[in-house]
């Protein structure tokens, strides 16, 4: 009782009632929710953190790939194509024998995990003149592999525990992967040595207070050698890397954690009466506010417009959406975030609110849009992260419904369902949406006219609930399942 009293007399001074902000927000450059009309003035040059108009545009110019879950910082970058419009063949499986398959514990004891699963979405990149493809899989490892033939580039990279979450690549160009694990640890990893050294990692357990568990699901955000990074140590935490070369030319780092802070508050303590309140999802910046969101369903926005001149992060935005929100959430042009929320609390605010939403923080006092419910039954609701397509966003369900969903209005414009559940997050590439389902099947759809439902272009089996994001890099779709094997997906 006296370590609960102590957590929220620290966490209380976050304050606020249920929706309220500690600040207003700070907006600069782009991140103006305006955009130039005819005859308007030239908009300022962009001088924030995660400029708004590159949404739907590649992580950066310095390493082209698909290099963190969902591409970029606002989490809307989806690959390259071109896109197969006929059945697809598939070009390797790895391993080519056996399967990716580890021990691991929780609370529902110990049992053995094989494949990839939520969120697995593999990183892609080009480097050295080949492509990369590098992911984290159940067998307690991290892999390096050739995009062109499957084999391995380096040797694996072994943890303690299997790895669910999407690594990173450094969009900065140094030879770094960084990467969670549910073996507690957070890590940044060379890549241009013979085999991939761990050069830091970070402890759940090196923050206080922390609540739920240990693990490192989400993947982290490198904008100008800082990560931002949320754990189910349920904290928010920013890192300066300060990465370099040596003079052998090893690329090296000295990290230090600048700055953490609860993801709770004693609000959401009570309204959630429970400690479940990890964040599980990758955050997301938009201008100079960087968000995210927890199992309690708190969705927060945090202003790091002063970082770099050592001015604390102050809440600027709090929404809670009633249940758990693992999904990542995606942030339009305009700063507005979409949001996808779970059912399984079954809370009057989660009805209220419903479990597909859009959110405008420049709102005040009630930010909400408009929302989609999906609390028919119960476990439902929402666990991958939606896709921002044309002028529709597209969620996916726990009951296996894909809808695709006016950005402007909320109207539900189609929807189809699929074997469910479906928990990887929706891909579209040039007007093709990529989707699996969990009886093994990927599926791909002609999305062009997003008015009417989608037409079906193709199908292909692969085995084992797919539960992992698909990447698509140059028209080759890369993705693993429950089955036990990763695949590399191309056109005939």
Aim: one cysteine or more; hydrophobic letters at 35%; glycine letters at 12%.
């Amino acid at each position: 009782m006296v370590g609960l009293v102590a957590v929220l007399g620290l966490t209380s001074c976050d304050g606020g009632g249920d929706d309220t902000p500690d600040a207003a927000p700070s907006w600069s450059g782009s991140a103006s929710p305006n955009p130039a009309g005819a005859g308007a003035a030239e908009p300022a040059a962009f001088t924030g953190w995660s400029d708004p108009a590159l949404v739907g545009k590649p992580y950066g110019d310095k390493v082209t790939g698909l290099l963190t879950f969902r591409g970029n910082p606002t989490r809307t970058y989806y690959g390259t194509g071109p896109m197969p419009r006929t059945t697809p063949a598939r070009k390797w499986q790895f391993p080519r024998s056996g399967g990716l398959c580890g021990e691991s514990t929780d609370e529902k004891g110990t049992r053995v995990w094989c494949g990839t699963g939520w969120t697995g979405q593999p990183a892609v990149f080009e480097r050295d003149g080949r492509t990369w493809v590098v992911f984290g899989a159940y067998d307690h490892k991290i892999h390096f592999l050739d995009a062109e033939t499957g084999g391995r580039i380096l040797p694996d990279f072994p943890t303690g525990d299997i790895i669910k979450g999407s690594v990173t690549v450094d969009p900065d160009g140094f030879p770094l992967v960084y990467s969670g694990s549910r073996d507690n640890y957070y890590r940044v990893i060379a890549i241009d040595r013979g085999r991939p050294t761990e050069l830091w990692k970070l402890s759940a357990r090196a923050v206080s207070p922390t609540m739920w568990n240990d693990d490192f699901d989400g993947a982290g955000l490198i904008i100008d050698d800082y990560l931002f990074l949320g754990g189910e140590n349920s904290q928010f935490h920013i890192v300066k890397l300060n990465r370099k070369y040596a003079a052998d030319g090893k690329v090296t780092v000295k990290p230090k954690l600048v700055f953490n802070t609860p993801g709770w508050d004693a609000q959401l303590l009570r309204d959630v009466d429970d400690r479940m309140v990890s964040i599980e999802n990758s955050v997301a910046i938009s201008g100079n506010v960087v968000y995210f969101a927890n199992s309690g369903g708190l969705v927060q926005g945090w202003d790091i417009s002063g970082l770099k001149q050592g001015r604390k992060p102050k809440r600027v935005f709090r929404f809670w959406t009633g249940d758990d929100t693992d999904a990542s959430i995606a942030i339009d042009e305009t700063g507005a975030l979409y949001v996808g929320s779970e059912y399984e609390r079954g809370t009057a605010r989660s009805k209220q609110v419903g479990q597909m939403m859009k959110l405008d923080p420049k709102r005040k006092g009630n930010p909400s849009v408009w929302h989609v419910d999906d609390h028919a039954r119960k476990p439902a609701g929402i666990w991958g992260s939606p896709a921002l397509h044309r002028d529709i966003a597209i969620f996916d369900t726990q009951g296996g419904e894909v809808l695709g969903v006016d950005r402007a209005t909320g109207a539900v414009r189609w929807r189809f369902e699929l074997p469910g559940p479906t928990w990887q997050s929706p891909v579209v590439v040039d007007d093709v949406l990529v989707i699996g389902d969990c009886n093994g099947t990927l599926h791909a759809y002609d999305v062009a006219d997003t008015t009417a439902a989608p037409k079906p272009l193709w199908k292909i089996k692969l085995g084992g609930c797919i539960e992992s994001t698909p990447a698509v890099w140059r028209g080759r779709i890369y993705v693993g399942t429950r089955a036990g094997a990763f695949h590399a997906i191309a056109a005939r």
